[in-house]
């Protein structure tokens, strides 16, 4: 299971997406460096609401939590230039497919430049919604448990919006299959 930091991003530059300088500088120059860490570890979520959020999607519309409200939801963080993260979307997007009638659906949040996302997106005939942005989605991966910043990470929430099961690295088809049928 390969994961990639965030960080490479930040080292690299995160031009593109914008947003990138201000968030390294905002948590490594900022008076209070407790506000810039986790306030909660993915166990401690478990079992609980979801945060909500707000993003802009690869499309041009708002992406809120409340749009997905009963719905099985994997939430899955990803970038174009993450290997593991392109590998798993083809599988990611065929379940979609397959199960979106009996309530399921997937939500990409990718940490990328828009018009990147939205071209791979296309080129892999993706069907499921996708977020995309900088340093909000770096926040909000971190609300919803990524302490570490790797790359892929999925979170999967049930119909009430409680989070149930939090996955570090690509997913395996077999494992989410039978998760996400528990819920349906």
Known sequence: MKRIPWVL?????????GGGWWFTETVLKNDKPEAAKPTASVEDLLGKPRPDFSL??????????????????????WATWCKPCREEMPMLSDMYERLNEQGFTVLG??????AQAR???EELNIRYPNAVGGADVMAMG??????AGLLPYSVLIDRQG????ASLGELEA?????????LL
Not at 142 to 147: K, L, Q
Not at 162 to 165: D, H
Request: net charge negative; proline share 0%; no cysteine.
């Open 119 to 121: 071209d791979f997106i």
């Open 174 to 182: 077999e494992e989410l299959e039978a998760r996400v049928s528990d």
């Open 56 to 77: 802009g999607s690869t499309t041009g519309e708002i992406l809120t939590a409340d749009l997905f409200d009963g719905q099985v939801v994997l939430v899955n963080f």
């Open 9 to 17: 991003l930040l080292i690299t530059g995160l031009a593109g997406a």
């Open 162 to 165: 409680n989070l149930i099961w």
């Open 109 to 114: 949040v990718a940490l990328d430049d828009v």
């Open 142 to 147: 971190v609300a919803y448990g990524n302490r």
